[in-house]
């Protein structure tokens, strides 16, 4: 069983940052994840981490903006989030699949095993 615990989210002006957090319990040797959602639409992958700590990927829409990360030690998970824009808005998701390898996992939320709560974050123009 792994329970997923997220934090971190607000309200920021379009370029701001936002660093959310998510603290996890249980078997924490999985492929990570960060998922959004916004009312009427699919869940989409932002970024996932694999339990080596080393591969990582993210949506093209995120990248060179967002860094996804994890503390062992602290088994916790984060997303910093920078140069945030109105359409970053949404809640997020922390994830877990139950494999060390992330594979495709952020393109197809069917994979993830374990799901957070969600957070919201708000992007105000």
């Known amino acids: 069983q792994v329970h997923l615990v997220e934090s971190g989210g607000g309200s920021v002006q379009t370029g701001g940052s936002l660093r959310l957090s998510c603290d996890a319990s249980?078997?924490?040797?999985?492929?990570m994840a960060w998922f959004r959602q916004n009312p009427g639409k699919e869940r989409e992958g932002v970024a996932t981490i694999d339990s080596s700590l080393i591969d990582t990927t993210y949506a093209n829409s995120v990248k060179g903006r967002f860094t996804i990360s994890k503390d062992i030690a602290k088994t916790t998970l984060y997303l910093q989030m920078n140069n945030l824009k109105p359409e970053d808005s949404g809640t997020y998701y922390c994830?877990?699949?139950?494999?060390?390898?992330?594979?495709?996992?952020?393109?197809?939320?069917?994979?993830?095993?374990?799901w957070g709560q969600g957070t919201q974050v708000t992007v105000s123009s």
């Open positions: 249980g078997y924490i040797y999985y492929c």
């Open positions: 994830a877990a699949r139950t494999s060390r390898s992330c594979g495709d996992v952020l393109t197809d939320p069917e994979k993830v095993g374990y």
